[in-house]
Every structure is written in structure tokens, then in C-alpha cells.
């Protein structure tokens, strides 16, 4: 059945509640409100009683995919199982109820709270300090380019270039563009990493930094980040590190023990908050000791005096780049994140990522026959297959594909990204998948083979079991129709 708008569901006099008579004189809206704020119309609300407005949002919900329905291989994103947990933590009124503007006193839980999750995301990642400010992961990519732009300015040196590595996700130039840099892209080499001859020929004295991801978006660790690191210092630049694939590094190596100035987490990534949809999310930004001068404000600090300890909010850094965020950046987030770390702790935060690697080197290990593999295992959290051999002989394309596995109920993986594998199909399993729901993914995926050699006309004409069926793609984002789909 096709889902109706609910303006659609609407009859005239229908109600959702009812109220007890009133004893009170109803004032009329001309004596509440001055006359330039009345309607001139009433509004157009659809009448509906409650228990159709239940099943008419029931019923939408089940058109939707999310990680509480079944595995969301996302590459690059971590679409991790959220466990339940944190909402309870959020839901607590000591939180929940809080206004932002309140006095300090009364938010004392909240301030420390901040405090403690700044810590902690310091130790897991080396930094020497960390704001929370960031409201996702771009966010923190600006935070983290303003400050190093602040750092050069402070020596007096006008540097105009960052330095981008070419499988980098679409937010390093972007976030690079915003602060005013221009954008120089460094090559991979023939395994999947950063090419340092490139790399050096490129990094000149205008270089401010480089920002790099590690692991990188093909799943592989930059082995040379030592060397890399000692190259970019000696030439007075600044390391910037994309923590978006920190899922494999919790608990095992560290960005700061590598060298970098500068990272970014995604919270709503490795440390498991609800995202997808648009947010909200959390990006809190990382830095060595040379950077803390210049951190975002207001940052929370623990004043242990005589009459004990006391949280407050100090706006007053005067080397500071500002305010990232209204307020204290998206602090329901903060509370998801801080309650998921503290149920793991460290040897439980260690697992996550060893989880994470073992799952996506065994599902990689169902599927590398039929799929090509452009760089050799092993591979860290993540990999990315490419549909070149179903394009060329079957003319089944990677976008065809992801339809297909629609139709097995699963979400489709990343496909097309990063731009440096043709036909990507990127894959990212997370450590929250059993081994049998990954093998009900490979199984899909071999039986997609299967079909793109035996009836390519079925995989170029999937989705054919879902609510809707396959949009032209470009028409589709130009012409949004959410009236009729089908
Ligand atoms: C997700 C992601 C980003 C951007 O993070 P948002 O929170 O979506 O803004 C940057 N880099 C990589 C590698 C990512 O996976």
C-alpha cells in the first residue's frame, strides 16, 4: 500500500484529544495577541484522531532503513549499532531539562561532564587538549584549519596552501576552501597510500599543512606517517590529522604519539551517536601543545579551591579563533559519547577497533574473488572493492549493484567514493556485526555476482522490492516529489 501525505488522512471534525469542560472564561486570540500577529486564514492542520496518526508515522518508519533494522555497510561513515544506553543517559533530567543559559552553579553535572569527555578524547587520541565545540566532523576540519592559519599568523608567516591528499574525503578541500587556502592534491602511490615523492616535490615553504587521513579512506594505514611527519615539520608546517576512521585506532596507536597537530573526531562516528539524515552530529578538535592558545571558547575548566571543586566556562583566551558553535556545541551528542566510553572503558574501547578490523578482513576475504581488489589486504576497518570487471563484461555498473542489494534488504555500501578507485564500492562492516550478519551480506553481494554474469537485466532494472522503484537519478534530486513516489 502506498503511503498517503497525511494532509490526505485528514476529515473534517476528526480530533486526537479531548479536554475536560472548561470552567474558566476562554479568551479570544484579539485579546492575546497584538492584531499584526493574527492569521488571516487558519491554518491548514489535518484532523486526525491519535491512533491514525500512530500507524501513519508506524507505517513511515517501516519504509525506512537504519542500523536498528539491520547491518548499514556505509564506507567511511561507521553506521555502528548506537546502543540504548546513551539515549538513557541523555534522557536523565539532570541533563534533559537544563537551559543553556542557566548559571553556572546550577549546571555544575553538565560542566563536568564536558570537562571529562574533553580528557578522555585527549588521552585516546594523544592531544594535548580538545574542544568540544564542533558540531561534525567538517566542522572540526574549520576549526582545525583556523587554528593552524592562527598559528602561522602568529609567526608572522602568510602561508597559502594546504596540502590534500587525493583519496581524501569531499570535506578536506572544502573545509580548506572555506578558510581561504588554495588546494594542492598530493597523489597516491601504486598501494593505495600517500606518494611521498609527490608529497615533497609539492611541500614548498607556502605550505601551512597537510591534512591527511589515517587510516586512509581505502581502509590502509600510512605506514610511512613517521617519515611524513618529520618531512612536513622540517618545513615549518603543521600536520592535520581526518579522525573520521578513528574506529580503528581506539585503544591502539594514537594520532598525537604519530606526530599530528591537529585531528578531529566524529563522535556521532567511532563513539557511536545516532547520525545519517543530516545530524546532528559532534566534531570536537584535537590539538598539540603549540595550538592550545588558540582553541575555540568558551572552554570548561576545573577550579579546585578550598570549598572544593568548582567547573566554570572561560570565554577569554585572547588568542582564541572564537566561537565555533552557539553555546557548547551539540551537547546531547557530548552525553551519548561520554556514556558510551565510559561503558567500554579502555579495554573495551581497544575492542571496538580490533572487532572492527577482524570483520572487515573477513567479510573482504568472502568477497575478493568476485569483486576486484585495486590494493592488496590487509586492510584496517574499512575496504574498497571495485565493479570494473561486472562493468566491463556484463555492463552492470557499481550503481547497479547498490540497487541490487536493496532488494536483499540491506543498505546500499558507499559507492563511487573515494574518487581514486573507479567504480568504488567502499564498505565498512563495524564491529558491531555478528559473523552471521556479515555472512548474510557477502552472500548477498556473491549472488549479485552471480546474477550480473547470468541476468545482468535483473541488476540493471533493481530496486524491484522496494516501496520505490529506480529514479532517474538526476531528475530525482532536481524535481522532488514526495507526494506520489512509485
Ligand atoms: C564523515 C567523514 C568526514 C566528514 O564528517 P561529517 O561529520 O560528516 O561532517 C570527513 N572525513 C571522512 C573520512 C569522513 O568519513
Same mark, same amino acid.
Given at each position: 500500500?502506498?503511503?498517503?501525505?497525511?494532509?490526505?488522512?485528514?476529515?473534517? *471534525?476528526? @480530533?486526537?484529544?479531548? $479536554?475536560?469542560?472548561? !470552567?474558566?472564561?476562554?479568551?479570544?486570540?484579539?485579546?492575546?495577541l497584538p492584531a499584526e500577529f493574527?492569521?488571516?486564514?487558519?491554518?491548514?492542520?489535518?484532523?486526525?484522531?491519535?491512533?491514525?496518526?500512530?500507524?501513519?508515522?508506524?507505517?513511515?518508519?517501516?519504509?525506512?532503513?537504519?542500523?536498528?533494522?539491520?547491518?548499514?555497510?556505509?564506507?567511511?561513515?561507521?553506521?555502528?549499532?548506537?546502543?540504548?544506553?546513551n539515549d538513557a543517559a541523555c534522557d536523565l533530567a539532570g541533563f534533559s531539562e537544563l537551559h543553556p543559559l542557566q548559571p553556572e552553579k546550577t549546571v555544575q553535572g553538565a560542566l563536568q561532564m564536558m570537562y571529562e569527555l574533553s580528557g578522555m578524547l585527549a588521552e585516546i587520541a594523544g592531544m594535548a587538549a580538545v574542544s568540544l565545540q564542533p558540531a561534525a566532523g567538517a566542522h572540526g576540519e574549520l576549526a582545525g584549519?583556523?587554528?593552524?592559519?592562527?598559528?602561522?599568523?602568529?609567526? *608572522?608567516? @602568510?602561508?597559502?596552501? $594546504?596540502?590534500?591528499? !587525493?583519496?581524501a574525503h569531499g570535506t578536506n578541500p572544502a573545509s580548506a576552501?572555506?578558510?581561504?587556502?588554495?588546494?594542492?592534491?598530493?597523489?597516491?602511490?601504486?598501494?593505495?597510500?600517500?606518494?611521498?615523492?609527490?608529497?615533497?616535490?609539492?611541500?614548498?615553504?607556502?605550505?601551512?599543512?597537510?591534512?591527511?587521513?589515517?587510516?586512509?579512506?581505502?581502509?590502509?594505514?600510512?605506514?610511512?606517517?613517521?617519515?611524513?611527519?618529520?618531512?612536513?615539520?622540517e618545513n615549518g608546517s603543521l600536520l592535520y590529522m581526518d579522525g573520521a576512521n578513528m574506529n580503528a585506532l581506539l585503544g591502539i596507536t594514537r594520532p598525537g604519539d604519530m606526530g599530528f597537530d591537529v585531528v578531529h573526531y566524529n563522535l556521532h562516528k567511532s563513539f557511536s551517536a545516532p547520525h545519517g539524515g543530516g545530524g546532528p552530529g559532534s566534531g570536537p578538535v584535537g590539538v598539540s601543545e603549540k595550538l592550545i592558545p588558540y582553541l575555540p571558547v568558551p572552554i570548561v575548566e576545573k577550579i579546585v579551591g578550598p570549598e572544593g571543586t568548582v567547573y566554570r566556562l572561560n570565554s577569554e583566551c585572547s588568542g582564541s579563533i572564537g566561537r565555533m558553535m552557539n553555546f557548547y556545541g551539540n551537547f546531547a551528542v557530548l552525553i551519548?559519547?561520554?556514556?558510551?566510553?565510559?561503558?567500554?572503558?579502555?579495554?573495551g574501547l581497544r575492542r571496538v577497533s580490533e572487532n572492527a578490523i577482524i570483520n572487515a578482513n573477513y567479510l573482504l576475504g568472502r568477497l575478493d574473488e568476485r569483486y576486484e581488489l585495486p590494493y592488496p589486504k590487509p586492510v584496517?576497518?574499512?575496504?574498497?572493492?571495485?565493479?570494473?570487471?561486472?562493468?566491463?563484461?556484463?555492463?552492470?555498473?557499481?550503481?547497479?549493484?547498490?540497487?541490487?542489494?536493496?532488494?536483499?534488504?540491506?543498505?546500499?555500501?558507499?559507492?563511487?567514493?573515494?574518487?581514486?578507485?573507479?567504480?568504488?564500492?567502499?564498505?565498512?562492516p563495524t564491529e558491531t556485526e555478528t559473523r552471521e550478519s556479515l555472512d548474510m551480506f557477502a552472500?548477498?553481494?556473491?549472488?549479485?555476482?552471480?546474477?550480473?554474469?547470468?541476468?545482468?537485466e535483473l541488476v540493471l532494472s533493481a530496486p524491484v522490492s522496494t516501496p520505490v522503484k529506480r529514479l532517474d537519478e538526476a531528475q530525482a534530486s532536481r524535481q522532488l516529489n514526495i507526494c506520489c513516489p512509485g
Open positions: 500500500m502506498r503511503e498517503q501525505l497525511i494532509f490526505n488522512l485528514s476529515r473534517e *471534525g476528526r @480530533k486526537g484529544y479531548s $479536554l475536560a469542560p472548561n !470552567d474558566i472564561r476562554e479568551l479570544t486570540p484579539e485579546e492575546t493574527l492569521r488571516k486564514e487558519p491554518a491548514d492542520l489535518p484532523e486526525i484522531p491519535e491512533s491514525e496518526v500512530v500507524r501513519h508515522f508506524i507505517r513511515l518508519s517501516n519504509l525506512n532503513y537504519h542500523v536498528d533494522k539491520n547491518m548499514y555497510p556505509l564506507g567511511s561513515c561507521t553506521m555502528k549499532y548506537n546502543p540504548k544506553v584549519i583556523l587554528l593552524i592559519r592562527k598559528y602561522h599568523e602568529a609567526r *608572522g608567516s @602568510k602561508r597559502t596552501k $594546504l596540502l590534500v591528499v !587525493d583519496s576552501a572555506i578558510a581561504g587556502y588554495s588546494i594542492v592534491s598530493v597523489k597516491s602511490a601504486s598501494d593505495g597510500r600517500t606518494d611521498l615523492a609527490d608529497l615533497r616535490e609539492k611541500l614548498d615553504d607556502d605550505v601551512a599543512a597537510i591534512m591527511l587521513t589515517n587510516p586512509n579512506t581505502i581502509g590502509l594505514f600510512e605506514k610511512e606517517i613517521l617519515e611524513i611527519e618529520r618531512m612536513v615539520h551519548r559519547a561520554y556514556t558510551y566510553i565510559r561503558m567500554l572503558g579502555s579495554e584496517m576497518h574499512e575496504f574498497c572493492l571495485s565493479g570494473d570487471r561486472q562493468k566491463k563484461q556484463h555492463g552492470v555498473r557499481t550503481l547497479d549493484i547498490a540497487k541490487r542489494i536493496l532488494d536483499y534488504g540491506f543498505h546500499a555500501p558507499t559507492i563511487y567514493f573515494p574518487l581514486i578507485v573507479s567504480e568504488a564500492l567502499m564498505i565498512e552472500d548477498a553481494l556473491l549472488s549479485i555476482a552471480d546474477e550480473a554474469e547470468t541476468s545482468p
